[in-house]
């Protein structure tokens, strides 16, 4: 190991548990972050200052003010550039590490890039804000025997969970279907405490290095929910869900998320006023986060129709009183409502159906 590598580690090489040859392994090891706002920058931000040696970054959302309070990646010009979040934050990344590789993907984690996306590494680390995607990654985890890490949070709770596939419960295993629409509280309506999501983001993160370090045995395989408000933790042991219970996923191997049968091409956004809508998307080089779309050939189509910005990975429309954010890959973000038939409806108007 070089004089650069050990001077940069040295702090982190001299916990026993770890020492030099795990260092070596996080060297050679692969990570997947999934979402990289609240959750996913501070996850990412820990794995690259703790040398993973490849860190791939997908998020399909750029960056709004309100992210500030919580996401620790970015700043004042981050979203005053319009970047996406993806490239935002693997643009600081390379500054704080540049022996680490990082991917940044602009893309939505669906049934048909999954594969793409995860097939290759070592660890997937949860830095969602949808069930959707978290029962998605449970179910190519679980298949493709990958070890994941779930975490969530709203208002001043959070929790996480580890998935061992083969020793653990899975997420399956302990909610059976993800909460219908309006059943879970959401960030407009409980908010968010910055401090919660550093708490949570860092037991993910924490959880990964064990995993890709070789530290099989400190995996934890509890649920661990936490109130910072209420001053509360809890640990939750969830073997016995797996042993006695007839998880679909774990006992059946009926993965309904990876096949696609189960989904939404659409998504209302976690406190944005604004609803995501997904193209169906064919298995190629697209649905990795490649161009579907030319940019340039739509922004001559809506020129004059109302205000237009862009960068190379977005074009932004302000018209009436929303905004349409459109990205290479045919997906468009509609701010200004959070009514999935009104987002279809003003889409189809300016973009097309």
């Not at 600081?92 to 940044?104: A, G, H, M």
């Not at 909460?179 to 860092?202: F, H, K, Q, R, W």
């Not at 640990?235 to 219970?245: A, K, N, V």
């Not at 302000?318 to 997906?331: C, E």
């Amino acid at each position: 190991m070089g004089e650069n590598v050990t001077n940069r580690y040295d702090r982190q090489m001299r916990f026993a548990p770890l020492g030099e040859a795990g260092q070596q392994r996080l060297a050679a090891a692969r990570a997947l972050v999934c979402g990289c706002g609240a959750l996913g920058s501070v996850i990412a931000n820990t794995l690259v200052r703790a040398g993973i040696g490849f860190v791939r970054i997908v998020d399909r959302d750029f960056l709004e003010l309100n992210n500030l309070q919580r996401q620790v990646l970015y700043d004042e010009e981050d979203v005053s550039t319009g970047l996406p979040k993806a490239i935002a934050a693997a643009n600081k990344l390379r500054q704080i590490n540049s022996e680490v590789e990082i991917e940044p993907i602009v893309a939505d984690v669906s049934f048909q890039n999954i594969s793409q996306l995860a097939g290759e590494v070592d660890v997937i680390v949860d830095g969602t804000d949808n069930f959707a995607t978290r029962f998605l990654l449970n179910d190519y985890a679980i298949k493709h025997k990958k070890p994941w890490v779930y975490g969530g949070c709203i208002g001043a709770e959070g929790q996480t969970m580890t998935i061992l596939p083969g020793e653990t419960a899975c997420l399956a295993c302990l909610m059976p279907e993800a909460p219908p629409p309006g059943a879970t509280p959401t960030c407009d309506t409980a908010g968010i405490l910055g401090p919660i999501v550093n708490i949570v983001a860092s037991l993910q993160a924490a959880e990964a290095i064990k995993i890709l370090s070789g530290n099989r045995d400190a995996i934890s395989r509890r649920l661990t929910v936490i109130d910072i408000w209420g001053n509360h933790l809890r640990h939750l042991d969830l073997g016995r869900l797996r042993e006695e219970g007839d998880c679909r996923v774990c006992k059946r191997n009926e993965f309904t998320w990876l096949s696609g049968q189960r989904g939404d091409s659409s998504a209302v956004l976690c406190g944005r006023n604004a609803v995501q809508l997904s193209p169906t998307l064919e298995t190629d080089a697209s649905a990795a986060g490649g161009p579907k779309i030319s940019l340039d050939a739509l922004a001559d189509r809506l020129a004059g129709i109302g205000k237009l910005q862009r960068n190379p990975f977005l074009l932004r429309l302000s018209v009436d009183k929303y905004v349409l954010t459109i990205f290479a890959d045919g997906r468009t973000i509609v701010s200004g409502t959070n009514d999935i038939s009104t987002a279809r409806s003003v889409h189809a108007r300016y973009i097309g159906a």
